[in-house]
């Protein structure tokens, strides 16, 4: 997939994704993978950063069904950002959600400046993950958690050709990485308590359920916004990623982990 206007998550795209997943979510699973994947974890009144916010779905629900003080909503890409403001705004949330737009790199704050690090499969763009991981331990107060989930390779060598077939289809600059090397780099960062959960099973299953709504009336209204041929290359995505999904090499991840003090 291409990016429009130098942005990788443009407008045509953001809106497939949302037909698929709901009104500001570019993720699997909408606000009930949001709440398995913060269960456990207390967000309430808690300064929360959330690195690779997206269209603000995620961040709305994690003030209204969770309770979080603030969140920070960092993103590299305008179009993005703004469509989580106007959904922002939409939810009268503007004084608990702010939304930054950032360059690739060291986050740009103080240390000890959040109680939780948060991000929804938005990391897997970051190839580097031992810096991300320090940079992440760096801006949590002592005790604080990360709290994230990702899309993972299942092993640390050369990609299958099915995965290879998928990751260029998808045409997201992925930089996959095992659950080994995951839990490496935040154990290499200082954190414990460490926290590494498949969740292959769960969207193996609602991967197939996606493309059966896609190749049916979702797909169909969605064409009739995004344009027919726009549906129909997700559609082949789908079709690539679903094989690599069922063989495990493709594995969407829970990861927590707490930083000492």
């Known amino acids: 997939m291409e990016a429009e206007n130098g942005e990788l998550y443009h407008r045509r795209l953001i809106g497939m994704l949302e037909a698929i997943w709901g009104e500001g979510f570019l993720s699997p699973g909408g606000r009930g993978e949001v709440a398995r994947l913060v269960e456990g974890s207390d967000f309430l009144g808690r300064n929360v950063l959330d690195i690779g916010c997206g269209a603000g779905g995620i961040d709305i629900a994690l003030c209204q069904a969770h309770g979080a003080g603030y969140v ?3 993103d590299v890409e305008d179009g993005v950002l703004n469509r989580a403001r106007e959904l922002i705004s939409e939810a009268g949330l503007e004084s608990r959600i702010g939304c930054l737009k950032v360059a690739p790199g060291p986050l740009p704050f103080p240390p000890a400046t959040f109680d939780i690090v948060f991000s929804k499969d938005s990391i897997v ?10 940079e992440v331990c760096r801006v949590l107060r002592p005790g604080g958690w990360f709290v994230a989930s990702d899309w993972l390779i299942g092993h640390d060598g050369e990609p299958s050709k099915m995965m290879r077939d998928y990751i260029a289809a998808e045409g997201l600059d992925f930089g996959m990485a095992s659950p080994a090397r995951y839990r490496e780099a935040m154990e290499a960062a200082g954190f414990v308590d460490v926290h590494v959960v498949s969740r292959n099973g769960w969207y193996r299953e609602v991967a197939k359920t996606e493309l059966a709504r896609l190749q049916g009336p979702v797909g169909d209204a969605a064409a009739a916004l995004v344009g027919r041929d726009f549906v129909d290359e ?14 495990g090499e493709h594995c969407p991840t829970h990861l927590k982990a707490r930083k000492p003090g």
């Open 234 to 247: 997700n559609i082949g995505i789908w079709g690539r990623m679903i094989p690599v999904l069922d063989s």
């Open 72 to 74: 920070c909503g960092i």
């Open 125 to 134: 763009h970051i190839p580097d993950k031992h810096a991300l991981m320090r």
